[in-house]
């Protein structure tokens, strides 16, 4: 089968969840025998298209001048150099399906291509920016969670609040016309999708409650590629280890709506009976240097800042933590390190929020607590360090994710209903 990945932005300029996941399912599907070709946008001046290859599988490159928050806004109605280069791509992979993993600053015209050239489609739901334009359900101006549009009013406070401006919001009520022209248009994607994947139910709900046919969309959990002896590995770790000091980790975005400031604040304030706890947090501390000049000062000595991690590090923090902690505090939709904390047979303290609390089983492969709130993740943190018997009671009921090829098998066997196509 000939497949075609289209997403907003790729490795190595960007590194995220979608990305990562996007090159996963990619090298497993070349693995399987497709023929697989990927289409993303990059930020750069002026225009252009460029090739490689990486593990069989062919990237383009495509871009129309550098990413800004307006530009990627206005180019969801109008960027026709994107549009040609993406109908160049169509003509070379002749593929025999479609897709789509995100559509942030790409022309919505690219659905007009696929409907020209008779390609189905289908879609995976990332985010909320189908819906949410600030794609996370967290406003720029307060930094509280949102339920979604009213009458995209409050999206027009989001949107100047973002642009530094939010005092002039009541002064532009008309701005909520393309704000809800745009949802409507991206609404009729979704429609026209032959199915729409979410990675969760949590996700699968909440997109059916803002109206998306409940019908066309199916839930797929991502998978992970993992090295198999992991868990095995860290258990002997364990084991030779009992006299160290109690680790625990966070790995993710330094970005407020990820609560690391929460975390910070409930380790600092753990009574001092536990003088061998310590905290690692792994992220790139340069995206947001505010935020992460507030997170240090939070910090006290038992703090560790790691920095970005590459992916082998990353295995090799897990293995030395004895519980990863993910603090956020919006409506995450998978969140792929509790499954890269699972594979390495690590519980998890997270959120009772949304997909996380989906995830998480508690008192059984790890703790939930109410979001936003540093007194109950350093209650659960707290717990944690006074019973031996929960932690091992946790270890053990730690269950391994989903490998990325049976992932992948599960996702053929979505294309083969959608284009009718044999297995192979």
């Known amino acids: 089968m000939r497949i075609l990945h289209l997403l907003h932005q790729f490795m190595p300029q960007h590194v995220g969840g979608v990305e990562l996941y996007t090159h996963w399912l990619a090298s497993a599907q070349v693995q399987q025998g497709h023929a697989v070709t990927l289409f993303h946008r990059r930020s750069a001046a002026g225009t252009g298209l460029q090739h490689d290859q990486q593990e069989g599988v ?87 969670l949102c339920a979604g549009p009213r009458a995209y009013l409050n999206c027009v406070r989001c949107a100047l609040a973002r642009a530094g401006q939010p005092q002039f919001a009541p002064a532009f009520p008309l701005l909520a016309l393309p704000l809800a022209a745009r949802a409507r248009s991206l609404r009729q994607v979704l429609s026209a999708a032959t199915r729409v994947i979410a990675p969760a139910e949590f996700v699968r709900n909440w997109y059916a409650a803002h109206g998306l046919p409940a019908d066309n969309m199916i839930v797929v959990p991502p998978g992970l590629p993992y090295p198999p002896e992991l868990r095995h590995r860290r258990q002997a770790l364990v084991a030779e280890n009992e006299k160290r000091p109690l680790r625990f980790g966070y790995i993710g975005g330094i970005a407020p709506q990820k609560g690391v400031h929460i975390l910070l604040q409930a380790f600092r304030d753990l009574p001092g009976t536990w003088p061998q706890i310590e905290l690692h947090i792994a992220g790139d501390m340069n995206v947001d240097p505010v935020y992460s000049e507030q997170l240090r000062n939070l910090a006290d000595s038992r703090v560790n800042f790691l920095g970005r991690l590459d992916r082998q590090t990353i295995w090799q923090m897990l293995q030395q933590i004895d519980l990863l902690v993910v603090p956020s505090i919006w409506y995450e939709t998978f969140t792929f390190v509790i499954s890269e904390a699972f594979a390495a047979g690590v519980p998890v303290l997270t959120t009772r929020l949304g997909v996380m609390a989906e995830r998480v089983r508690h008192e059984v492969d790890g703790l939930l607590v109410v979001p936003d709130d540093a007194v109950a993740l350093r209650a659960a943190m707290q717990r944690f360090c006074q019973e031996p018997a929960l932690r091992q009671k946790l270890r053990q009921g730690v269950r391994p994710p989903l490998t990325m090829r049976t992932h992948a098998n599960e996702i053929t066997v979505v294309y083969h209903q959608v284009t009718g196509k044999e297995l192979t």
């Open 58 to 144: 062919n990237i383009w490159a495509a871009w129309q001048g550098e990413f800004t928050p307006t530009r990627r806004f206005m180019q969801t109605f109008y960027a026709p150099a994107l549009r040609s280069q993406f109908r160049q791509v169509l003509d070379s992979a002749r593929p025999d399906i479609v897709h789509i993993q995100h559509l942030m600053g790409l022309p919505l015209a690219l659905i007009s291509e696929l409907q020209a050239h008779r390609l189905p489609f289908v879609v995976t739901l990332w985010d909320f920016w189908w819906v949410c334009a600030n794609a996370q359900l967290v406003t720029n101006d307060s930094g509280k």
